[in-house]
């Protein structure tokens, strides 16, 4: 066969064809796999990257609202610490004012509870003197009748009835059986007491009464 035929030259370029054609299919089917593989992969990062970083988002979302919290936690404890001290301080405040009431209450009752400068001559006269056992007695055995037959609402009790020449001291008690005695009762003894003929002879006489308790100093003489 000739070189230069036209058949020969046609067949060639039909081999030729054809063996191109088949070596560039059999080459883009063994990469199509590979390709395809590569682009899932792409995908499939593609799909997990925004999760990821949505998941992270979260995450620091949830960290800032725990700060967030534990933030607020603290301020409100410390909030209330300071609460729980102020009132500490108000009420140790009131304890040392209610300290300084109650002593300047106790210096008032000493004050009322020591003798005036005329109840205490008297008292100082009822120690010199000595007992006139008749007149004591009679005088004695007076205030004791008296409470027996004045028919007072409430009877109280006589402590103690001492005299001595001139000057007398009586101490009465409201009777322990007795809950809702007071100044009522020790006020209708006084009204009646000044009326009985022995309470006459006394010039002057000094008292000092509680709720439950009455005393009386009396003396015969003016000075």
């Known amino acids: 066969m000739s070189k230069n035929d036209p058949f020969s030259l046609l067949l060639a370029f039909i081999t030729g064809v054809v063996?191109?054609?088949?070596?560039?299919?059999?080459?883009?089917?063994?990469?199509?796999?590979?390709?395809?593989?590569?682009?899932?992969?792409?995908?499939?990062?593609?799909?997990?990257?925004?999760?990821?970083?949505?998941?992270?988002?979260?995450?620091t979302v949830s960290q800032s609202q725990q700060v967030t919290d534990i933030t607020s936690s603290a301020q409100d404890t410390s909030a209330q610490t300071t609460d729980e001290q102020t009132l500490e301080q108000q009420v140790q405040q009131l304890k040392r004012e209610l300290l300084q009431q109650q002593k300047l209450v106790k210096a008032y009752e000493q004050q009322l509870q020591a003798p005036s400068d005329f109840e205490q001559a008297l008292l100082d006269k009822f120690t010199e003197q000595s007992r006139n056992e008749e007149w004591a007695y009679r005088t004695e055995t007076a205030m004791k009748d008296f409470l027996q037959i004045a028919d007072l609402g409430i009877t109280p009790e006589l402590v103690s009835a001492q005299c001595k020449s001139s000057v007398c001291k009586f101490e009465l008690a409201a009777p322990k059986d007795v809950d809702d005695f007071d100044h009522t009762q020790w006020r209708e003894l006084n009204d009646k007491l000044v009326l009985q003929d022995f309470w006459q002879q006394f010039k002057v006489s000094t008292s000092k009464s509680s709720d439950r308790d009455f005393s009386l100093l009396l003396s015969t003489e003016s000075e």
């Open 19 to 59: 063996l191109t054609w088949s070596y560039f299919a059999l080459s883009s089917d063994e990469a199509a796999p590979v390709t395809t593989t590569q682009t899932q992969v792409l995908e499939q990062e593609v799909k997990i990257m925004p999760a990821s970083t949505v998941a992270a988002e979260l995450d």
